[in-house]
């Protein structure tokens, strides 16, 4: 399984940027396809965005459609969230995850899709 660490979180306010990173460890990072969820206090953990192993191919959810990017570094290990005009309800703690499953063309992802999590950034938005 993948070791994965997350970083970047922090407290902003609505309609600024944030860009989150995940580092792998390990040379199957790059073999991994990989997610953002996020998970608000007393919700369900909730599927962000994916990236194939190769980035050629991602999807999000439709509440960060065309606000979120995620982009990937196989050089680096690492995957990125970039996370602009942040809103109120995207505070949440972000986790990011690798696994093998891949479905093309749907966002139709859930948590047991994946098999290794990172510990968790925090990311608050403040109006």
């Known amino acids: 399984q993948a070791q994965l660490v997350e970083s970047g979180g922090g407290l902003v306010q609505a309609g600024d940027s944030l860009r989150l990173a995940c580092a792998g460890s390990?040379?199957?990072?790059?073999?991994?396809?990989m997610a953002w969820f996020r998970q608000a206090p007393r919700k369900e953990r909730d599927f962000v965005g994916f990236?194939?192993?190769?980035?050629?191919?991602?999807a999000y959810a439709d509440s960060v459609k065309g606000r979120f990017t995620i982009s990937r570094d196989n050089a680096k290990n690492t995957m990125y969230l970039q996370m602009n005009n942040l809103k109120p309800e995207d505070t949440a703690v972000y986790y990011c995850?690798?696994?093998?499953?891949?479905?093309?063309?749907?966002?139709?992802?859930?948590?047991?899709?994946?098999?290794?999590w990172g510990q968790g950034t925090q990311v608050t938005v403040s109006t």
């Open positions: 990236i194939s192993n190769s980035g050629s191919s991602t």
């Open positions: 995850a690798a696994g093998t499953t891949y479905r093309s063309g749907t966002n139709a992802y859930s948590s047991a899709d994946f098999g290794s």
């Open positions: 390990g040379r199957a990072f790059r073999m991994y396809h």
